[in-house]
């Protein structure tokens, strides 16, 4: 049982780009890319799941967070955060491989209800519950790490005109790693023949990694599952990324004791 190409293209599309977001802060002269996140949520509790460093390359010292929401439209640019609003948790940034580098940025209720008709969220609670079944869904699987390009974006970015690129990067697992409280995988970009690749994934820090299933032979939807977060690029451009434990585990828990209404 494969996974089909439609299928595919449609879960890209409807699901994992509009559960993506790109991070920004204002340079002279215009915007500055700053990486990645993705939408998520955990009781009553709306976020963006990213990492540490890109939370700190844009927060600290600003009074604002710049979004961009894929897919990129007039409505969906530069959307302004108040940091003073918000709230966060983050471990890291450790600035290499070994991490930690994670971080989840608490969305003000506003500010979420105002792009809530805007973007896809993805349940860490139903998240945490498939990390730790017993069963994948199917043994053929695709997994594709989401994030922007930066050599593919204006290096200064203004707002007319407005290009923001961003990579829905498909490959496989390398290697898995156990290192305190946290665990990684090493991904490795297989792009295919006919695809030139970037020569570097810089902006990718903070995106989705997720898995894919093929739809069953009986039915129902299409399975997709958020198992990591990227953060750290190697030398030879396979991309470090945080695992389930990190993320359901570590990072989950953390959210949970800090905020009551996550439970």
Known sequence: ????????????????????????????????SKGTGTFVRIGKIHGILTCAHVFDAVAKNEKRIDLAIFPVRQETRFIQLNIEHCDYIKFGPSYNQDGPDLCFLRLPIPFFDSISHLVSVKSLEIGRNHAFARAEP?????????GVIYEWTPEVQRTD???????VSVGQIEDRMKIADYDLFRFRPVPDENFRAPSSYAGTSGGGLWRIYPKPDDGGEVAFRLIGVAFYETADRQIICHGQASVYVKLFDAVREKWSDAG
């Not at 599309?13 to 915007?31: E, L």
């Not at 005109?161 to 990579?167: E, G, H, I, N």
């Open 161 to 167: 005109p407005f290009v923001v690129s961003a990579l």
């Open 138 to 146: 199917s043994e053929e699987s695709a997994t594709v790490v989401a």
């Open 1 to 32: 049982m494969a996974i089909n190409g439609d299928e595919y293209t449609q879960l890209r599309d409807y699901k994992i780009i509009p559960s993506t977001a790109a991070f920004f802060k204002p340079v002279p002269g215009g915007f500055c």
